[in-house]
C-alpha cells in the first residue's frame, strides 16, 4: 500500500510539475494510444502498481490539461492544492457520509462548510443545503423542493401522489435558462417546453419591464451568471415581482453566485439572498475536484419533505444534520471535505481575492483583444469573454487553430446570432504570465486568420 500510493502522488506530481509545459490540448498521438487500454478484460489479477502505471503511461498525456492556468474552455476551474490533498485524504477514510451518527467527521465538516458557505454567499443562515455531484442535480434538488412547497400550500403532497390531477403548476425563467434547468423540470414532470419564457436584453438578462402576472401555483426561475455572457438577471426586482405573486423563487448561480464574495462584484447580486432556493457549483469558480455541487434551500423543511426517507436499518439515533436529508443520493462520497478544505485554505480574503483575480484577467483579455482589433461582444461583468475575429468563420478558424496551437485551450459558441469565441478564467492557477502568454496566441493567430498582417 506504501508504495502504491507514495508513487502514485509521485506520478501526480509528475503529471501537475509539467502541465503549463505542454500543450494545454491532449497530444493527438496519445489519444490514438488510447486503444492500449482496449483490451479484453483478462481473467487473473494485475499487481496495482501495473494498473496505476498502465493508468499513467496511456491516460495522462492523453488528458486535456484543465488544471494548468490556460484553460479556459467552459466555465470550469482547477484544483486547489489544499482541496485536491483532502480529496485523497476524504479518498483514503471511505466515508459513506449519509448518516452522521456512521460518519460523524464528514458530516460534521459538510454541516460546517454549509453554514461558512451561506455567510459567504449572502444566504439566509438558516437554508438548509445538500451536497451534490453538480449545479444540475442542484438545480433538480433545489426544484424538486419548490414543486413541492408550491403544491402542499394547493393541498397536494407530488411527493406523495405524483403529479396526474395535481393543480397545474406555472414555470417562469428567462430565455437565457441554462439547458439543465430545462433537463431537471423535465425530470422532475414539470416539463421543459411548457415554460413561460421571459425575454432578455442584450447582455442575457431577463428584462423586468417583461415580467408577466403570476397566477396559481408558481415557480420563477433566475439566473446569476450567464454561460456566455457573465450576465445576472435583476435579482432584486425578480424576487420582489415573484413574491408579490406568491411565486417560488429559484437561482441558478452554478457560477455567478460567487460574483457575492469579490467586494467589486457584489453588486450584481444585490438582492440574491431574497430568494426562495439556489444552486451553485463548488467545481467551477471554487476550484474543488469534480463533482461538487450545491443546493440551498431556505424552507429547509420543503427540502427534507422531498428527499429524507426512512428505513429500519438506517438508523436516526440524534438530532444531528443527516447529510442523506438532503440529497438525492443515499450512498455518495464525502464531497463536502473537499469544499471545507478549500475554504479553510482560502479564508474570506482568499477567496474574493480569487474572485477578484480571475475577474481581473477576463477584463485584461477583453482590452487587450479589442486593442488589438477584435470586437469583445459581452460587457465583462464576471469572467466571461465573448470575441469575434470578423466573420463567423474567421472566428471558427481562430478558434480551431488556438486549441491545435495549445497554448491555451479556449471554445467557441453563437451569441444573440454572432459566433464567438468564448473565454472563461475560472481557475486559482491562472496567472498574469498565462494571461499574456495566452493573448499573444489569440492576437497572433486572429491576425493571421483576418489576413491583417
Ligand atoms: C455549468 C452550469 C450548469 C451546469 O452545471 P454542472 O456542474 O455542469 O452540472 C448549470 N447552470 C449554469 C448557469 C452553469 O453555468
Known amino acids: ?75 470550469i476551474g482547477g484544483s486547489l492544492p489544499s482541496s485536491l490533498a483532502a480529496n485523497w485524504l476524504a479518498t483514503a477514510w471511505d466515508q459513506n457520509t449519509g448518516l452522521s451518527t456512521v460518519t460523524p467527521s464528514t458530516s460534521e465538516l459538510e454541516r460546517i462548510s454549509l453554514r461558512w458557505l451561506l455567510d459567504l454567499l449572502h444566504l439566509p443562515s438558516t437554508a438548509a443545503g445538500a451536497f451534490v455531484t ?14 413541492r412547497s408550491v403544491l402542499l400550500k394547493h393541498d397536494w403532497d407530488p411527493d406523495a401522489d405524483g403529479l396526474f390531477g395535481a393543480p397545474s403548476v406555472t414555470v417562469i425563467a428567462g430565455e437565457e435558462a441554462h439547458p439543465t434547468v430545462l433537463k431537471s423540470l423535465g425530470m422532475l414532470g414539470l416539463g421543459k417546453k411548457r415554460i413561460v419564457r421571459i425575454p432578455v436584453d442584450g447582455q442575457g438578462r431577463m428584462r423586468a419591464d417583461a415580467l408577466p402576472t403570476i397566477q396559481g401555483p408558481t415557480i420563477v426561475i433566475a439566473q446569476a451568471g450567464n454561460v456566455n455572457t457573465g450576465a445576472v438577471d435583476p435579482l432584486k426586482a425578480v424576487c420582489r415581482w415573484a413574491h408579490d405573486g406568491g411565486a417560488w423563487v429559484h437561482v441558478d448561480g452554478a457560477f455567478g453566485l460567487w460574483g457575492s464574495v469579490a467586494p467589486s462584484r457584489a453588486y450584481l447580486l444585490e438582492g440574491v439572498g431574497d430568494a426562495d432556493s439556489w444552486a451553485t457549483d463548488a467545481h467551477k469558480w471554487l476550484n474543488v475536484p469534480y463533482d461538487s455541487g450545491l443546493a440551498f434551500v431556505r424552507d429547509g423543511e420543503a427540502l427534507r419533505g422531498a428527499m429524507a426517507i426512512t428505513a429500519e436499518y438506517l438508523p436516526k439515533m440524534t438530532e444531528l444534520r443527516d447529510p442523506s436529508d ?42 487587450a483583444l479589442t486593442a488589438g482589433g477584435f470586437e469583445v461582444l459581452n460587457e465583462v461583468v464576471l469572467n466571461q469573454v465573448l470575441v469575434s475575429f470578423g466573420t463567423p468563420e474567421q472566428t471558427l478558424k481562430t478558434i480551431s487553430l488556438l486549441q491545435q496551437d495549445g497554448t491555451c485551450w479556449v471554445g467557441g459558441t453563437v451569441w444573440q446570432g454572432r459566433t464567438a469565441m468564448r473565454i472563461s478564467v475560472s481557475s486559482w492557477a491562472t496567472t498574469d504570465e498565462d494571461v499574456e502568454k495566452s493573448l499573444r496566441a489569440m492576437i497572433s493567430i486572429g491576425t493571421s486568420v483576418a489576413g491583417k498582417r
Not at 134 to 147: E, H
Not at 327 to 338: F, H, I, N
Open 134 to 147: 453538480g449545479a444540475t442535480v442542484a438545480n433538480f434538488t433545489a426544484l424538486a423542493a419548490a414543486r
Open 326 to 367: 438532503y440529497t438525492p443520493e443515499l450512498s455518495r462520497r464525502a464531497r463536502g471535505v473537499d469544499v471545507w478544505a478549500a475554504l479553510r485554505s482560502l479564508g474570506t480574503k482568499g477567496l474574493s481575492e480569487m474572485i477578484e483575480r480571475t475577474c481581473r484577467h477576463a477584463r485584461r483579455f477583453a482590452e
Open 1 to 75: 500500500m506504501q508504495e502504491l500510493l507514495l508513487g502514485t502522488a509521485k506520478r501526480a506530481l509528475r503529471y501537475l510539475g509539467s502541465i503549463n509545459d505542454r500543450p494545454v490540448r491532449p497530444d493527438a498521438g496519445a489519444v490514438t494510444r488510447l486503444s492500449r487500454f482496449d483490451l479484453p478484460l483478462q481473467e487473473g489479477p494485475v499487481d496495482p502498481e501495473t494498473v496505476i502505471a498502465e493508468l499513467d503511461e496511456y491516460g495522462s498525456p492523453a488528458t486535456m490539461a484543465i488544471a494548468s492556468g490556460r484553460f479556459f474552455g467552459f466555465v
